[in-house]
């Protein structure tokens, strides 16, 4: 069943079942279930009084006063003194003041508050012109101001819960934006550095091509031709780069610098260690030469990692392992701190760095908190066409 299908249902049942009962009770025996005057007259009133309910969730305050003027009128001619109405006014009048709280705005609130005043008013009237005390119709009204207070008390839980929801899918887009941000902010830096290492082997290549075609002899043109062509287009690629290089960053600047390597890992270490870090570097394996720039993403991952444990753990113990194997390499920072707090985004933005560099060469990253403490970066980058050193 649909939703609106649900809704109506739910909408059209309590008139359909007061209007049963009270047809039953008519039908059954009539006299006996407490009903005054003609049998016709009370199903009119019955149905005069319940009908009103079917717009209590458009109109809840026109709904209560369609229903208690109703009931009003209905106790009025036939029950009116001492006689006990019947149970479907009291009732009807407990679906209306209950829509009234659940779905009235504050402006229809009120106008229902107003009403109930009204009928409050009248009720007295009416049993005291009957030779009745006011004070027997205060179990029905104490019984229709909670069933308001209750609808209301509901309406106020949704609106909360609606507000939280909301407010959970606004952050949730932020924190998609906040990561793709810092992921292209990565691949950014990530272009610009690969940048740095693709310019400074073009560069060598130019220069020593340059220098090899003036140290040939005069017979050897067709090497000369060779070797200017290879200068030419070494040029001519670097330009291109250059252009590459004004687009990723506004400033335009290229260093046409070596980056980092694993070569130049023992000063960040010790760089690491002078910031109060008890380092312990550990390499297993046989090293191979890498690529420059799967050298720099190893380097990058290493750096990261004692930067966290820098930030989140400070004075902690912190053992890195590189692990060489044939086809891949294993690099672990693990330290013996808390841990960084928990993120609402999955990981700082180191975090995203590292996941974005791993799998720019086809690797996996894996981080955790050790159940007794500590936390470990754990990322492993496939080698391929790597020769042994």
Not at 164 to 181: C, F, T
Not at 215 to 222: K, N, W
Not at 286 to 297: I, K, N, Y
Request: hydrophobic content about 45%; charged content about 20%.
């Amino acid at each position: 069943m649909s939703i609106a299908l649900r809704r109506r249902a739910l909408d059209v049942a309590p008139t359909v079942a007061l209007l049963a009962i009270g047809g039953a009770q008519m039908l059954a025996d009539y006299h006996q279930s407490g009903y005054r005057g003609a049998r016709g007259v009370n199903a009119a009133f019955l149905v005069a009084t319940c009908v009103p309910l079917l717009i209590r969730r458009a109109h809840p305050a026109l709904a209560l006063a369609g229903v208690f003027v109703a009931q009003g009128v209905w106790i009025g001619i036939f029950y009116h003194g001492s006689q006990q109405p019947p149970f479907e006014p009291f009732a009807a009048g407990v679906v209306a003041c209950f829509a009234l709280g659940r779905h009235a705005d504050r402006r229809a609130l009120r106008a229902g508050a107003a009403v109930f005043a009204l009928v409050v008013i009248a009720t007295a009237i009416v049993l005291v012109v009957g030779g009745s005390t006011v004070g027997n119709a205060l179990p029905v009204l104490v019984w229709w101001l909670a069933a308001i207070g209750f609808g209301r008390g509901l309406r106020d839980r949704q609106v909360l819960v609606e507000l939280l929801r909301d407010r959970s899918a606004r952050l949730e887009r932020d924190r998609e934006r906040e990561i793709a941000g810092a992921a292209l902010e990565e691949r950014a830096r990530i272009a610009r550095e690969l940048h740095d290492v693709i310019a400074h082997a073009v560069s060598l290549m130019v220069v020593q091509a340059s220098a090899e075609r003036r140290l040939l002899e005069p017979g050897q043109q067709r090497t000369a031709d060779t070797l200017e062509t290879i200068e030419t287009s070494g040029r001519e690629a670097l330009g291109e780069l250059r252009r590459l290089l004004g687009v990723l960053c506004a400033s335009g600047r290229e260093r046409l610098a070596p980056q980092p390597g694993l070569a130049t890992l023992p000063e960040l270490i010790e760089e690491a260690r002078r910031s109060g870090h008890a380092i312990r570097f550990e390499a297993e394996g046989e090293p191979v030469r890498l690529p420059a720039g799967l050298d720099l993403t190893a380097y990058r991952i290493v750096q990261e990692g004692l930067t966290n444990a820098r930030k989140h753990a400070p004075g902690a113990a912190v053992d890195v392992t590189l692990r060489w194997r044939p086809a891949e390499l294993e690099i672990e920072v693990a330290d013996d701190g808390p841990g960084p707090p928990p993120s609402p985004n999955g990981g700082g933005h180191g975090l995203i760095g590292m996941r974005e560099r791993t799998s720019l060469y086809g690797g996996v990253l894996r981080t955790e908190t050790a159940r007794g403490g500590g936390f470990r970066v754990q990322a492993h980058l496939p080698i391929e066409d790597a020769s042994r050193g």
